[in-house]
């Protein structure tokens, strides 16, 4: 049941923010009474933590299989702008963006973990543009966690903005410009 509450709270934090859930939402989302959901989860922060841990346990593997791959660089950038895309089409957005949005009401713990969360990934990307630089495929100024940062941030934001303009085909589009304006040919 656990993680029955998880995907309903996932998917309502994807659509909504953290602070637009309540726990009467969850118990109507999984068929089961409010007092239940405290069962498994004492508190919001306490859902707002596990859904940071399944992040990092759903998506890392996700972006491991990209980084570690024998592609291009280009081509675990655009690897990895597809996982996003795929989010954005089964209509999950990154759930880091998600629950960042409502960074203020989370615990200094909470805070921490979504932002090891968030280190974690942009340093797996760092490595894609470290390969491009060595390997000459990638051209961009500064270092390449700094780099990797501006493109995790691309990514997220162009899922905000082609979810309000309901174009999903944008994304993809907009990812390769980003992806052939880096790319040394």
Do not use: W
């Not at 940071?52 to 491991?64: D, T, V």
């Amino acid at each position: 049941m656990k993680e029955k509450i998880l995907d309903a709270a996932e998917k309502m934090v994807q659509d909504r923010g953290l602070n637009a859930v309540s726990f009467q939402d969850l118990a109507n989302a999984v068929g089961l009474r409010k007092a239940s959901i405290f069962h498994h989860f004492p508190n919001k922060e306490a859902v707002a933590r596990a859904l940071i841990e399944r992040c990092s346990s759903k998506h890392g593997p996700e972006y491991a299989a990209v980084v570690e791959s024998n592609a291009s660089a280009p081509e675990k950038l655009s690897g990895l702008a597809a996982i996003f895309e795929k989010g954005l089409k089964n209509q999950r957005p990154c759930l880091l963006a998600a629950l960042g949005s409502g960074v203020n009401t989370l615990s200094e713990v909470a805070v921490q973990e979504l932002g090891e969360t968030a280190r974690c990934a942009v340093s797996r990307f760092a490595l894609v543009f470290q390969q491009g630089r060595d390997e000459g495929t990638l051209q961009f100024s500064g270092e390449p966690i700094d780099a990797a940062t501006g493109f995790f941030a691309m990514l997220q934001g162009l899922q905000v903005l082609v979810r309000a303009s309901g174009d999903v085909s944008a994304f993809s589009s907009a990812a390769n410009a980003y992806v052939d304006s880096i790319s040394v040919a």
